[in-house]
């Protein structure tokens, strides 16, 4: 485990100060949602089994190298936030992998290693972080207009859209479990943006919306979403894929 530890300087001038959990920040939405909330200097957790790229965010970025399907990651996450924070105000579930097959040719191990980052550690990540939090709190996780019904799919995408239909209803069950706790879970079902995980996958796909749009789109929503939403999703989407 690597962990770059800073001290808060100042404190946001829009928002009361947060406590802020991210996964998945080592490109695309989840660093471009570091970047909006270092920026608010609201105290962030970024998480990436990859942190190259995140060695030079200000003070109130706090950097743990992490693989969020690892329990044992996960413990270190636990104990990170028991010493150093205690409350956790905003966790974001933004952690994804894709695999682009045609369906019969999608293993088992496919559909295993998609559902490891896009349900399982969502469900584990969730749960490590609750006993942090309180009435206020919101959990947002990232889902996909291929995990909503009658919306557009892209082809060769069974294991990582079924994914993205599952933590939607995840997300709806905790909403319901949690209730009498005060705190939101809520989901956004994205539609194509500009990252390098779409370049990869569909290289002659140009997407209106760029990370940096999506991210601050997001944040947002992370900070207000949970006054008038509980346990639903909203599709964010300029068109049907």
């Known amino acids: 485990m690597d962990v770059f530890l800073c001290k808060i300087v100042k404190i946001s001038y829009f928002y009361p100060m947060k406590n802020i959990v991210i996964s998945g920040v080592s490109r695309g939405i989840g660093f471009a949602l570091v970047n909006y909330f270092a920026k608010k200097d609201f105290q962030v957790l970024a998480l990436s089994r990859n942190i190259e790229t995140l060695q030079h965010f200000p003070k109130n970025v706090f950097v743990l190298k992490v693989d969020i399907t690892q329990e044992v ?46 349900v399982f550690a969502v469900a584990t990540l ?81 997407a209106e919306i760029t990370a940096t749009q999506m991210a601050d789109y997001i944040a947002n929503f992370a900070l207000t979403g949970n006054k008038v939403y509980n346990g639903k999703v909203l599709q964010v989407s300029n068109s049907t894929p």
């Not at 905790?174 to 705190?183: C, T």
């Not at 989901?187 to 779409?198: C, D, K, P």
């Open 73 to 118: 990651d996960l413990q270190q996450v636990a104990k990170f936030i028991e010493k150093h924070w205690k409350t956790v105000d905003i966790l974001i579930n933004n952690a994804g992998k894709l695999v682009h097959k045609p369906f019969f040719k999608t293993t088992y191990q496919d559909f295993l290693d998609v559902y490891n980052v896009n």
């Open 126 to 206: 969730t749960n490590t972080c609750l006993p942090f939090m309180k009435k206020g709190s919101h959990v947002v996780t990232i889902s996909s207009m291929g995990g909503i019904q009658g919306s557009v799919k892209f082809a060769g995408l069974s294991a990582y859209s079924s994914s993205k239909g599952a933590v939607i209803t995840l997300m709806e069950l905790l909403a319901e479990e949690y209730k009498e706790s005060g705190i939101a879970f809520n989901t956004l079902a994205l539609g194509a943006v500009q990252t390098e995980m779409l370049a990869e996958a569909f290289p002659d796909y140009k």
